[in-house]
T-cell receptor, first 111, second 115 residues
Framework: RKEVEQDPGPFNVPEGATVAFNCTYS??????FFWYRQDCRKEPKLLMS???SGNEDGRFTAQLNRASQYISLLIRDSKLSDSATYLC????????????FGAGTRLAVHP | EAGVVQSPRYKIIEKKQPVAFWCNPI?????LYWYLQNLGQGPELLIR????????DSQLPKDRFSAERLKGVDSTLKIQPAELGDSAVYLC?????????????FGPGTRLTVT
């Protein structure tokens, strides 16, 4: 079983749609959680950290459920520029910056 | 502020040949990472440096891969000899320090094709 699992997609949605991505992780001791965005043939970039209480950044909302070992990302009012691969990332180890990436979920927003 | 710089951006070699990738991290970033990203997969850590010390190289295939970070700044990742399965994108990242609160910044990567 992979440490971080995501639905690969692709998710094809029209502009303005709301779309949700889910991710599960296997290590119950994992400490920190993130969503990264990766455009085609570009490097990954941090989109947002995921906090236990859930957090929002504009149109993006991240949720964490430690009991179910589940992370989600909700994108509201999708824009064409949101088209990218969204990587779920887990830090399984307290104390240092070790990132375990999921394979990513591809989003394509169309007019 | 300049980001993480990597070169070359693309490299095509024949199998059994050696290849080297270079990374210049963001100024002041003590921690440097090399990742491997296969098509359709997320990045996987190969090695992590704290200054010039390799503190986590457990995922580095040491029979053919080597890395160095002289003077704790630039780093080089080498493959010798390359195999067909090494075709992938090699990403370098850096962060201010080792704490998880420090964001990792990625370079544009080197896309390696082994023929």
């Amino acid at each position: 079983r992979k440490e971080v699992e995501q639905d690969p997609g692709p998710f094809n949605v029209p502009e303005g749609a709301t779309v949700a991505f889910n991710c599960t992780y296997s290590n119950s001791a994992s400490q920190s959680f993130f969503w990264y965005r990766q455009d085609c043939r570009k490097e990954p970039k941090l989109l947002m950290s995921v906090y236990s209480s859930g957090n929002e950044d504009g149109r993006f909302t991240a949720q964490l459920n430690r009991a179910s070992q589940y992370i989600s990302l909700l994108i509201r009012d999708s824009k064409l520029s949101d088209s990218a691969t969204y990587l779920c990332v887990v830090n399984p180890q307290w104390g240092y910056n070790k990132l375990i990436f999921g394979a990513g979920t591809r989003l394509a927003v169309h007019p | 502020e300049a980001g993480v710089v990597q070169s070359p951006r693309y490299k095509i070699i024949e199998k059994k040949q050696p290849v080297a990738f270079w990374c210049n991290p963001i100024s002041g970033h003590n921690t440097l990472y090399w990742y491997l990203q296969n098509l359709g997969q997320g990045p996987e850590l190969l090695i992590r440096y704290e200054n010039e010390e390799a503190v986590d190289d457990s995922q580095l295939p040491k029979d053919r891969f080597s890395a160095e970070r002289l003077k704790g700044v630039d780093s080089t990742l080498k493959i010798q000899p390359a195999e067909l399965g090494d075709s992938a994108v090699y990403l370098c990242a850096s962060s201010l320090g080792t704490e998880v609160s420090y964001e990792q910044y990625f370079g544009p990567g080197t896309r390696l094709t082994v023929t």
